[in-house]
């Protein structure tokens, strides 16, 4: 079996050297966005709630104090400059500067995410055409040959199926990481949208979520 899986794969190797690179680059970025969303996430969401509910009602450095001091989350970021910056005495200055930090750090969640997109459906493609191409090549063999021997086209068949195997392997690993971190910066995203518009209803301005925004 070994012996045969070997053989498969020398046979392939064009098309599955480039599936294994994005194979590579895949697992980097999965460990690389899950490291970040671990360290980044927000260590309690009922003190979170509190603050939020605090605001415009309790002093600025309580409601700090309410959050854990371990908290890296960028929300607590953002809510630290929301409520300490001295721009919140210009109103439209300070919504333009809390609009643009929340999609700073919204970019920041979705940074190498179309990445992982774009090599979830090239190694599918890339595992596709390799299994086209190698049909081609098992069926201009038999005709070449004359030969109509059912084994000979089953062998050709199962070592063109190797590399749609390599890509779906690829892909679907992808594809499953990808929809998990989109759910965790919806989350993040909804987060940030009511920070900004607590923060901003203080000083009398409304703001649009991106969420509504974007369904426009």
Avoid at 91 to 110: C, D, F, H, N
């Amino acid at each position: 079996m070994e012996r045969l899986m070997n053989e498969l794969i020398r046979a392939n190797w064009l098309i599955l050297s480039p599936i294994i690179l994005l194979s590579v680059v895949a697992l980097g970025i999965i460990l690389e966005r899950t490291a970040f969303y671990y360290r980044t996430r927000v260590r309690s969401q009922s003190a979170f709630r509190e603050a939020l509910g605090r605001i415009g009602k309790t002093p600025v450095n309580l409601i700090l104090k309410i959050l854990p001091e371990k908290d890296l989350s960028l929300e607590k970021t953002l809510l630290a400059f929301a409520l300490t910056t001295r721009i919140r005495s210009i109103p439209q200055i300070y919504k333009q500067k809390l609009e643009a930090l929340s999609e700073k750090y919204l970019g920041r969640m979705e940074r190498n995410l179309p990445i992982l997109n774009g090599i979830g459906n090239v190694a599918t493609l890339m595992g596709l055409f390799g299994t086209v191409a190698g049909m081609i090549t098992a069926f201009s063999r038999m005709s070449a040959t004359g030969s109509s021997d059912p084994y000979v086209l089953a062998g050709g068949i199962s070592q063109a199926l190797v590399t749609t195997a390599a890509g779906l392997a690829v892909a679907i690993p992808a594809m499953l990481a990808l929809h998990l971190f989109e759910a965790i910066v919806n989350r993040h995203s909804e987060l940030l949208d009511e920070i900004v518009a607590e923060c901003l209803s203080i000083s009398g301005l409304q703001y649009v979520p991106k969420k509504e925004t974007r369904n426009k």
